[in-house]
């Protein structure tokens, strides 16, 4: 069954450092999503992606911020300048064009910003 | 402001006991709904979704109930198992492209 897969699983950075979280969706996905989930807390949006550029995105997803699809099959969650509080699991998701609004989520990368 | 929540933070069952999750959600034009599972170091894995023209719907060994009338949303799992164990969440969403709002979570805990 194809998977949402993503990487590192974990990134230990220094804060002030720039980061890069790589996602390789399911492959006739058409929907691309960044959530977040904060130790303990709820999922969080951060941003959708449709046909090459953002949808939507939320509060959290700052100048910061940014997303790229570069080659048609990965895509990335790029955070210029890290700050403590953007420790945090980093979930990518896809969806396709079917029924319903059903995301399929990869395991996470989990960020530590020391 | 807008915002789906859940009832219970930990809910304790015996092994072989049917369990229920609730969630309540406060959009009263909320048209879909999503159920999630997370295990410990996974991310949110789908069991089932309803809309709203609809007020059950049963999966396997999962049923999920939608009373509109008082914004309420409860997932069932019948002849709970271990591998139940997790953190269940409530997410609503809407037409295909559209962000999932989250609740906060339930965990279950199943013993044996």
């Known amino acids: 069954e194809p998977e949402v897969t993503q990487t590192p699983s974990h990134q230990v950075t220094q804060m002030g450092q720039e980061v890069i979280l790589r996602c390789v969706p399911i492959?006739?996905?058409?929907?691309f999503y960044w959530y977040r989930q904060i130790l303990g807390q709820k999922v969080e949006f951060l941003v959708s992606?449709?046909?090459?550029?953002?949808?939507?995105k939320s509060e959290i997803f700052d100048d910061q911020f940014s997303v790229e699809r570069p080659d048609g099959s990965n895509f990335t969650l790029k955070i210029r300048s890290t700050k403590l509080e953007d420790s945090a699991m980093y979930f990518c998701?896809?969806?396709?064009?079917?029924?319903?609004?059903?995301?399929?989520f990869g395991a996470g990368t989990r960020l530590s910003v020391l | 402001g807008e915002s789906v929540g859940l009832h219970l933070p930990t809910l304790s069952v015996q092994e072989g006991d049917n369990s229920i999750i609730n969630c309540a959600y406060s959009?009263?034009?909320?048209?879909?709904f999503i159920w999630y599972k997370q295990e410990s170091g996974k991310g949110p894995q789908f069991i089932i979704d309803?809309?709203?023209?609809?007020d059950k719907r049963q999966g396997q060994r999962v049923t999920v109930l939608l009373n509109k009338t008082v914004k309420h949303l409860s997932l069932q799992i019948a002849a709970t198992q271990p591998g139940d164990s997790a953190v269940y969440f409530c997410?609503?969403?809407?037409?295909?492209?559209?962000?999932?709002?989250f609740g906060g979570g339930t965990r279950v805990l199943v013993k044996p």
């Open positions: 998701a896809g969806e396709n064009r079917g029924r319903g609004n059903i995301q399929y």
């Open positions: 492959s006739n996905h058409l929907y």
């Open positions: 992606f449709y046909n090459n550029e953002i949808s939507e």
């Open positions: 959009n009263s034009a909320s048209d879909y």
């Open positions: 309803i809309r709203s023209n609809m």
């Open positions: 997410a609503e969403g809407g037409a295909a492209g559209n962000k999932l709002t």
